[in-house]
């Protein structure tokens, strides 16, 4: 099973990871933007990068559990690529990404439809304004790419237990 959890950063998504792969004994792919300091990520180019690493830990498992995907990176490209006035970027990686998702599709998008106050742990980004973008983003495009791929989606919110219990009862519908 390959698992795609989105969400914009301060949303709960790695702690959502930890409970599920341990769970269903899935490995997981953890965030790969935390390779790359906060400075890093606030260069169009590294969040090229950024895909293409996710691309590569991707493709090199099975089976996963994904503290971000190809899908939260093209709503990080967006945003650099907005302040930048660089559209054109933009436009290319969604068609790459759109291309990935249909040779590459998840199982199972996992979208957690709603974050929290930023809080800094050493690598997090704390400009609200990328935060805010960055969920309506997904929050605009989850549906639609769902549906063009075919992909199961969950949309998650309320607290730790209350989303544990939303996947473990669609995993409990899908035996």
Not at 28 to 43: D, L, Q, T, W, Y
Not at 51 to 71: G, K, N, P, T
Request: glycine residues 2%; negative net charge.
């Amino acid at each position: 099973m390959k698992i795609a959890v989105c969400g914009t950063h301060c949303s709960g998504k790695s702690t959502l990871v930890d409970y599920i792969s341990e769970t269903l004994h899935i490995p997981p792919i953890n965030e790969v933007a935390g390779h790359f300091s906060e400075e890093e990520r606030k260069n169009l180019a590294t969040q090229l990068d950024i895909l293409q690493s996710q691309i590569h830990e991707e493709l090199s498992h099975d089976h996963f559990i994904s503290d971000r995907s190809v899908i939260d990176n093209c709503a990080y490209i967006h945003f650099h690529a907005h302040l930048k006035n660089m559209e054109s970027v933009y436009k290319e990686t969604k068609k790459f990404v759109n291309d990935y998702l249909n040779k590459h599709p998840y199982d199972l998008i996992i979208f957690v439809d709603k974050y929290f106050p930023l809080v800094d742990n050493g690598i997090r980004n704390l400009d609200a304004n990328q935060q805010k973008d960055v969920f309506d983003y997904l929050k605009k495009h989850i549906t639609h790419l769902s549906k063009r791929f075919n992909i199961p989606t969950l949309f998650i919110s309320g607290n730790t237990h209350m989303r544990y219990k939303t996947v473990e009862e669609w995993l409990t519908s899908q035996t």
